[in-house]
């Protein structure tokens, strides 16, 4: 159900629905959702705002859908490619969560970049709606100074969002729209988020679990009970890392995404394969050669030939959900015959791998250049490298 703001007596919400009507860049929607954020950083207890403060946050909404999740904001779209240009250090690649982390992004943005840009137009365009009367017609060269105008003159006739500081480069929010904002910020914000994902999948369409990937995860599951079941699989039978071939020790592996939780932004088991400890880190958030599918289902075929035997019915068929049906498989007993569940993890596994390559992933491979030469892939369209 699509979410829709909340009436008010005396408000224009109307105007407010209306602000990301004929949108064509990510600007409005982080400038939004930037302001959102400062107010309830501040508690609402301030009305005027720093433009330059939203420009950084609005750095700081954007900066985790597109470096950790390689979300496309547009081809057009500047605030994409100002954080691609910047070099963030140990901050990219890894799950930045807390305001602390967050901020440090806004520090790093504000350091290297001019966010002036992102200032010229978006504050002024926003707020159209409030006075698309006067504004109507108005040539695109005295635009901006007519919005103000009428903006500033009348703030409390028409109760318009904000008003404008030109002088100290900041807008005030009206008071009564603050005490709107301030009762329904949990509506308000979804609603703004729910914009915000709708533009970006009309620029990711094919990408998974999008409406995962606006944000960092307050907290990312510890694989508890992942883990217990692969360690009843290790003390059945001797297995090899897909990646290095080291012997897996039941006590020196780590679980780890085979496509990296940051492009698909789930735990499912048939996406879970266990590595020594250390190179979990090493392989990061990388997309695997293609070389190492087939190790990846040959070691799937055999833990899930231990767990049939191993787990009661009912752990059984909760455990292979996923399996069969996201990779598609027509029933449990597809899963025992290796080639049937190899197909399916190839329809499944390298369309989204060529998919992530394709949104900035890097590719992982421990091989030499010998040992590459030496592989004929299956597939050709993975020969392609994206580097």
């Known amino acids: 159900m699509v979410p829709s703001l909340p009436a008010k007596s005396g408000l224009p919400v109307e ?14 929607y982080l400038f939004f959702l930037s302001i959102l954020r400062h107010l309830k950083r501040t508690r609402f207890g301030a009305g005027e705002i720093q433009l330059s403060e939203l420009a950084k946050e609005m750095c700081v909404i954007a900066w985790y859908p597109r470096i950790y999740f390689k979300l496309s904001f547009g081809v057009q779209d500047k605030i994409g490619q100002l954080i691609d240009g910047i070099d963030w250090g140990d901050l990219e690649g890894s799950p930045v969560t807390g305001e602390l982390c967050l901020q440090a992004v806004g520090q790093i943005v504000s350091e290297k970049a001019s966010l002036d840009f992102l200032l010229n137009y978006v504050p002024f365009r926003f707020v159209r709606p409030f006075v698309e009367e006067e504004a109507r017609g108005v040539p695109e060269g005295q635009l901006h100074r007519v919005i103000v105008d009428v903006a500033n003159r009348l703030f409390d006739e028409r109760k318009i969002l904000y008003r404008f500081n030109i002088e100290n480069c900041a807008i005030e929010i009206h008071r009564e729209w603050l005490a709107y904002l301030k009762t329904n910020i949990s509506i308000v914000e979804g609603w703004g988020y729910w914009e915000f994902l709708s533009y970006l999948q009309n620029r990711n369409p094919s990408c998974p679990a999008l409406s995962q990937k606006l944000s960092a995860p307050l907290v990312r599951s510890a694989l508890t009970e992942e883990r217990r079941i692969w360690q009843a699989v290790l003390e059945r039978i001797d297995l090899r890392c897909i990646f290095s071939g080291q012997a897996l020790k039941t006590t020196e592996w780590d679980l780890d995404h085979y496509l ?19 190179l979990n880190s090493k392989k990061s958030n990388k997309i695997p050669d293609e070389f190492y599918l087939e190790r990846l289902v040959r070691i799937q075929f055999d833990a899930l030939g231990i767990l049939r035997d191993g787990l009661s019915r009912k752990k059984w068929e909760s455990y292979v959900q996923s399996y069969i049906s996201d990779l598609h498989v027509q029933n449990e007993a597809e899963l025992l015959n290796h080639r049937i569940l190899e197909e399916c993890y190839q329809r499944t596994i390298n369309p989204l791998s060529e998919l992530a390559l394709l949104q900035g992933f890097s590719e992982f491979d421990l091989r030499t250049d010998e040992e590459r030469q030496t592989y004929l892939p299956r597939v050709a369209t993975r020969r392609i490298r994206y580097e």
């Open 260 to 278: 990296p939780w940051s492009f698909v932004a789930h735990n499912q088991p048939w996406n879970l394969v266990p590595v020594p400890s250390g």
């Open 15 to 28: 105007r407010l629905s209306r602000v990301f009507l004929k949108t064509t860049n990510s600007y409005k």
